[in-house]
């Protein structure tokens, strides 16, 4: 498990015609060790990036990436369930488990049980030789994050999981979910559209702006564990986030010319960065 901290964070992409699309402005966020963080934002404003920047897959343009404090973070282990499943689908799903052991050099004869483990804990264990395109998306999802824990990760990278399934089996998974990391205790960053699910999950939920994204709040969830889906304090944090993510439509800088929106007012229960 790993303390991280991604400070002042900025990244530009080119646009197709060349004209740089600045993506994230000194974007700063953490999360403790075995802490679970949402990060909330509108549609285009950086998130996967953000988590991708994280696990070195993408580039950033300056700031840093700390992990207990050192911006060494070859000894951290990320993993990552993309926002879609990404699953090799001429494998089965035991076969996709043991391609990301491989790929860490781990020996995958001697890490089967390790395999059947996380199949069964996803709730798998009949599936196992079952190939991704036979399977529904609930249950490719669940190959997804069963291949993103096998390898024993200290930080999981979760890009909006769950937006693309049913409500009831989202629910599950949720709950699912939590059991893992109450068990584990990854440090977990989790993207996501969905305000109650983040109230659900997290320890503490950034919202984040329009691109270029800047963290516009961070809402502390004080709801004790575990917790139910219906319990009426999720709404009150639902209603904090909506609110702040309102507030964040005001940094955008896809309109020019739009008339700017005042800063947002702090609130006794929500911290709002500057
Ligand atoms: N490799 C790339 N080259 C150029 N532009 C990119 C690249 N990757 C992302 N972008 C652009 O950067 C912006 C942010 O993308 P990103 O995928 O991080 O957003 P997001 O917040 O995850 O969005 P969503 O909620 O829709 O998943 C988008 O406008 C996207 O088109
Ligand atoms: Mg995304």
Redesign the pocket.
């Known amino acids: 498990m790993t303390a991280i901290r991604l400070e002042g964070l900025s990244k530009t ?2 646009r197709h015609d060349g004209t740089p ?1 600045p ?1 994230l402005d000194g974007l700063t966020i953490e999360a403790g060790d075995g802490e679970f963080v949402c990060l909330l ?1 509108p ?8 988590l991708d920047i994280l696990a070195g897959l993408t580039p950033r343009d300056g700031g840093r990436v700390l992990a207990d404090g050192r911006e060494d973070l070859r000894p951290v282990v990320f993993g990552y369930v993309f ?1 879609q499943p990404r699953l090799l689908n001429w494998r089965s799903a035991r076969q996709n488990l043991e391609f990301a052991l491989a790929a860490r050099d781990v020996d995958v004869a001697g890490a089967r049980h390790r395999v059947a483990a996380e199949l069964s804990l996803v709730g798998l264990s009949d599936f196992a030789d079952a190939y991704p395109l036979t399977l529904s998306g609930g249950m490719r999802q669940r190959v997804a994050i069963a291949r993103a824990l096998v390898i024993d990760p200290d930080v999981l990278l979760m890009d ?1 999981p769950f937006s693309s399934l049913d409500e009831l089996t989202a629910r599950r998974l949720r709950s699912e979910l939590l059991r893992i990391w109450e068990r584990e205790r990854h440090t977990v960053l989790f ?1 996501t ?1 969905n305000a109650l699910e983040a109230a659900f999950l997290a320890d503490r939920i950034y919202v984040i702006s329009n ?1 270029p994204a800047r963290v516009v709040g961070c809402v502390p969830v004080g709801v004790p564990r575990p917790r139910s889906p219906e319990d009426p304090s999720l709404l009150a944090v639902q209603r904090q986030v909506i609110d702040l993510l309102e507030d964040g439509g005001a940094a955008t800088h896809d309109a020019p010319g739009a008339p700017a929106r005042p800063e947002p007012v702090a609130s006794p229960t929500v911290s709002k960065e500057p």
């Not at 549609?43 to 953000?50: D, E, F, L, Y």
């Open positions: 992409f080119a699309l993506v934002g549609s285009g404003s950086g998130k996967s990036t953000t926002q909006e993207v559209h691109r």
